[in-house]
């Protein structure tokens, strides 16, 4: 009876070509547009380390004080003094401080000009905490930090410009006037959101830090941060030199720590709230202990890495399936209701009204399916022009993969057939002595 019942529903279809256009018209248009948005918004709100984002927490303290914090909530950023000690008292499995800055790479070529390059301080368990992929070589050890080592890590982009696609390991790379020696050269790391400094820079799709050094490295070479924040609680605001820089409240550097299960969260939590409750009792708080140890996805969260713009859309769009399914019905009532006479006589030849709707349903899953082919095509065409509609860096990493296809597919059967349960249960309902005497 399928077969039956699929050459019935593409000969129907074909006798009423138009109203059949307009149910696919309708479906494919409203299945691309939410397509789209959820094509960004996948982007916008995924996970950008999964493997690892239940363990991966920041650690905050209030240094500034509740007449100068946000609404109660410590700074998303640590001072050099607090980072310092955090970083020290090796109370986690895993941790690494993070601040990003610029640098200027010279190339080996004379005649070439100096390539500002984007990158970021960090401590050697940065590379093991994010997964972090090399292609050649690897990171450094904490001896390493210790020692305040000239060396780096490179993207694979970077190290193409200077070296070619070549593997540049031990080789000299020459950033700010002093030579590093590269360690590693990195894989396929692109994590989006860019969570890792996202206190710092605001911005969770913004372009990929180029270099990574050393933490201490970089302070001892009086590397600025890209931003900091001082409150008028700091011990010197606007301090003009690079120690006292150091030496004041001014939060600018990025804490993560790894923290495998429940117990150690929890014990991690109450070290914070002991560290600042004795930074109270020397006098250098003069307010109870206030910390926070928000996970990987809260600090997202509390950074809008999604941005605003991704959420209306999906929301806009949905409406607009929503405004089409109700078009549907109605077409498919008018489609069904002209068919009395087709109802009626297979009603009296026998047909129960569950055959009745076994076919419409048939009829309209081929519809579906229709349309979302259509929807996968107007998706398709979309993409080319999202970022005229999203914020570009995110846009142009929407991509039409087959989960997004099947998914496109499922929801354009699956909302028809919604469509068609109150025109098919119309249809089903009708006698057949009155629609034969009708016909």
Request: charged fraction near 15%.
């Amino acid at each position: 009876m399928l077969r039956y019942y699929l050459g019935l529903a593409w000969r129907n279809c074909l006798r009423s070509k138009a109203l059949t256009a307009l149910v696919v018209m309708l479906m494919g248009f409203g299945v691309a547009a939410c397509a789209l948005s959820y094509a960004v918004l996948r982007v916008a709100a995924n996970d950008p380390v999964p493997s690892r984002s239940d363990r991966l927490f920041v650690p905050q303290l209030d240094s500034f004080g509740p007449a100068h914090n946000g609404n109660g909530q410590p700074p998303d950023q640590l001072s050099y003094t607090d980072a310092l000690a955090l970083l020290h008292a090796r109370r986690a499995s895993r941790q690494t401080l993070v601040y990003p800055t610029n640098f200027g790479v010279v190339p080996a070529d004379p005649s070439r000009q100096p390539l500002p390059q984007s990158g970021e301080a960090v401590t050697a368990d940065f590379f093991t905490m994010f997964d972090v992929p090399f292609r050649y070589g690897g990171g450094w050890n904490a001896a390493a930090d210790e020692r305040r080592a000239a060396v780096a890590v490179i993207t694979d982009a970077l190290n193409r410009k200077l070296f070619g696609d070549v593997d540049s390991t031990g080789r000299i790379v020459t950033l700010d006037g002093h030579a590093y020696r590269i360690s590693g050269v990195l894989g396929d790391f692109d994590p989006l959101p860019r969570y890792i400094d996202i206190a710092s820079t605001w911005n969770g799709f913004g372009k990929l830090p180029q270099i990574y050094v050393p933490f201490a490295r970089a302070v001892n070479q009086h590397k600025t941060p890209l931003t900091n924040y001082c409150s008028s609680t700091s011990a010197a605001p606007y301090v003009s030199d690079w120690s006292g820089f150091l030496a004041s409240g001014c939060v600018w550097i990025n804490g993560w720590v790894e923290l495998p299960d429940a117990a150690s969260v929890a014990a991690y939590h109450r070290f914070l709230v002991g560290y600042a409750s004795e930074q109270q009792r020397l006098g250098r708080f003069a307010w109870a202990a206030n910390v926070r140890l928000p996970g990987l996805m809260q600090v997202l969260a509390d950074h809008r890495a999604v941005p605003r713009e991704s959420k209306l859309s999906a929301w806009v769009s949905l409406g607009f399936l929503l405004v089409c399914l109700v078009n549907v019905v109605g077409l498919l009532l008018a489609r069904f209701s002209r068919r009395g006479l087709e109802i009626g006589v297979r009603r009296a030849l026998g047909a129960p009204r569950r055959e009745i709707v076994r076919q419409f349903l048939i009829e309209a899953t081929v519809i579906g399916m229709a349309g979302g082919a259509l929807g996968v095509l107007l998706t398709a065409l979309g993409m080319a022009s999202l970022d005229r509609v999203f914020v570009p860096q995110i846009a142009r990493l929407a991509r039409l993969d087959l989960a997004l296809m099947a998914l496109a597919l499922l929801a354009a059967v699956a909302g028809t057939l919604a469509a068609a349960l109150w025109p098919t249960w119309r249809a089903a309902r009708m006698r057949p002595a009155w629609q034969l005497a009708q016909g």
